[in-house]
T-cell receptor, first 114, second 112 residues
Framework: KQEVTQIPAALSVPEGENLVLNCSFT??????LQWFRQDPGKGLTSLLL?????REQTSGRLNASLDKSSGRSTLYIAASQPGDSATYLC?????????????FGSGTQLTVLP | DAGITQSPRHKVTETGTPVTLRCHQT?????MYWYRQDPGHGLRLIHY???????DKGEVSDGYSVSRSKTEDFLLTLESATSSQTSVYFC???????????FGSGTRLTVV
């Protein structure tokens, strides 16, 4: 059974810092990995999608990397802003049998202080 | 996201009553999913569909049923609501396996 772990569970940084969120997964048989953002009381917004054949994806100040063989992904946020405060979720889509659905990590709650 | 809508957005119901939540998509995507999100448990898959009339169970399917009679609609039914089903329910859609998921805005269900 696929398990996804996110470290740290919570993170508080001053505005302007660069930061890294970590995600690890136990089964490397995946189609892709997706990073989401969730604001309190809201739905999930997709940030980046990385296919299993890719090493990284970039969108604005966000950069996500994927090392499938080691079961790890990182989300790098450059020059953090208070508006980046949210919970960040990592999810992997397995490529075998019943694992063909997204399995989520428990999230990292990010607070960027003005 | 404009391509997926959930209704209702909020609902309060009494224990033992049936409840149906609706997910509607305009993207013509093959896959549709129902998740619930609870503090301490994160997002858990309830049921999913891989085509019209093709559905399967997720990890927390007990007490729930689903139906998909059209590509665009995926219904989640609680046959007899219990307090443990108080949660936020999210619908998601996806194209083929190389697509990402798009989530709806959620339905907050309270069973009293």
């Amino acid at each position: 059974k696929q398990e996804v772990t996110q470290i740290p569970a919570a993170l508080s940084v001053p505005e302007g810092e660069n930061l890294v969120l970590n995600c690890s997964f136990t089964d490397s048989a995946i189609y892709n990995l997706q990073w989401f953002r969730q604001d309190p009381g809201k739905g999930l917004t997709s940030l980046l999608l990385i296919q299993s054949s890719q090493r990284e994806q970039t969108s604005g100040r966000l950069n996500a990397s994927l090392d499938k063989s080691s079961g790890r992904s990182t989300l790098y946020i450059a020059a953090s802003q208070p508006g980046d405060s949210a919970t960040y979720l990592c999810a992997v889509r397995g490529s075998s049998g019943s694992a063909r659905q997204l399995t989520f990590g428990s999230g990292t709650q990010l607070t960027v202080l003005p | 996201d404009a391509g997926i809508t959930q209704s209702p957005r909020h609902k309060v119901t009494e224990t033992g009553t049936p409840v149906t939540l609706r997910c509607h998509q305009t993207e013509n995507h093959r896959y549709m999913y129902w998740y619930r999100q609870d503090p301490g448990h994160g997002l858990r898959l309830i049921h999913y569909s891989y085509g019209v009339k093709d559905t399967d169970k997720g990890e927390v399917s007990d007490g729930y049923s689903v139906s998909r009679s059209k590509t665009e609609d995926f219904l989640l039914t609680l046959e007899s609501a219990t307090s443990s089903q108080t949660s936020v329910y999210f619908c998601a859609i996806s194209g083929d396996v190389n697509y990402g998921y798009t989530f709806g805005s959620g339905t907050r269900l309270t069973v009293v």
